[in-house]
């Protein structure tokens, strides 16, 4: 018997501890009955029919209204994400998280099959409308950043893990679709996409961070001065690419890559996106890091020794890569904060289990009304940052500062949510085997990656620089 299991039997049976269902059918200390004069159900019965339309007394969960509020496709859409993450997600996450970490080239059973199922299902091809991509024409009318953030706070409230290995791949592929490279994407993205369609995973990777430098190329004053260390050298037919990139999401198990390098003998201006593919002669995974959290999605350490990479395989043109990353951050920051509301929203369904079958001092610490509104704290903040990032996500067109503040904002506030969610839990919450703990590592990452909030926050300014500096004068 593993740690892991025993953690759990002892939980199981922990009788002094935790409360029977039973016992929990009264009021919460502090209110009155459902049944009582007193409460909304009741008092709200009296009002006239013509009034109904609009005072209800509704206590339907918070996700269930949410979900109404959409429109149709989407609400469609988030109730089948949430079917296949509570199927094929939650039943693997805490497994996944705790296994050993393998070396490159070894994967752990259940992932071939879950990426089967995640081709098959139309994950690895929902940028496109059909027949071209997975999307269906009436879900197309809506913009791609408001149904990716619905897809992926629904898998992050399984497990960050698994949604990286899903969602990375979208990252992988946007130089195709950001670029207005017709041509690349015809050779390059349309077999991927019916390869995915046919349930066989061609993933893709996107690879900009190098060792000497995350922030510098996500933030202009930092790659004017940063001296690129992954460089592509003019050859015949092509380029010989040279370096290495590193924490490059799916970099071990992606077959196809998008690899920004410079020209050789210049900076970052020169920036250029390249279609490495994983069988080409000189590229190798260095390692795979073993990370506090999301333990199920790799990030890779990729080497590139004069790999070449004929002309055809160019993306949007040379020296146009630094255009097209700038572009592409604005657009997967908002996702990243729709991956930190799913984790505030994952801590808080652990929160709320546990205090309601939690005892202390003879009652269930849901009784207690330091409780309340530690939870209530929780659900509005959760409610308060989906609502930013679906307001924020309904316009095709993703702006660097609404994209930026998503990201620190939601991704600040959910970490402070699962925060919360383990202090209630107290000793249980610092256990591997709750889904808070879980939560708030997977949480912790994505203020680093996408450009650390510290960026992200600058990035907010300098898209308001103009703005400030008409009123220095
Ligand atoms: C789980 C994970 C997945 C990732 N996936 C990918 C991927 O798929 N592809 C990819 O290319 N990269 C990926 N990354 C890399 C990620 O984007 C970088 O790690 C991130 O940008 C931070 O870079 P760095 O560690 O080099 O920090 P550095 O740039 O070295 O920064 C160090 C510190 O200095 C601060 N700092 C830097 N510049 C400034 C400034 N001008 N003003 C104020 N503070 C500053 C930073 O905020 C940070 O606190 C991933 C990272 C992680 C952790």
Redesign the pocket.
Known sequence: MNAQTKIFERLANDKPLFASHQSVQKPLDGYVSTSSLYSTRRAFEQISSLSKPIIQYNPMEVWEQDTRRLPRQLAKYRREVRDFSVQHLQPFAQEIDLAEHLPVGLSHPGIDKLLKLAAKKGFFSDMLPKPLGSVPLLRYRYPLAWQQAIKVEELARSCGGLM?LLS?HN??IAPLLMSGDLGAARRFLLPALKENNSGEPHLF???????????????G??ASLYKPGTVAKRVSGGWKITGR???????DIAKSMTI?AALEGEGIESWTCFLVRKNMPGFSVVRN?L?M??RA?S?AELEFDHVFVPDSHVIGGLRNGWAINRSILNLSRLPVAAMAVGFAQGATDAAMDFVCRYKLGGKGLIHYQETQLELAQMVADTSAIRSLVWQSSQSWVSTQGKSALNKFYCTDLAVKVCERAMDMMSNHGGLHCNSAEKAFRDAR??Q????????NR?ALIEDIQEQLMSKMS
């Open positions: 990286l990375a990252l992988g990777a996107y690879g900009i961070t190098e060792p000497a430098a995350g922030s510098d190329v996500e933030e004053h930092g990139k590193c924490f490059i999401s799916g970099g920004f890091e990370k959290g999301m999605s990030a990452l994505t680093i990656f996408e450009g650390t909030n510290q960026i600058l």
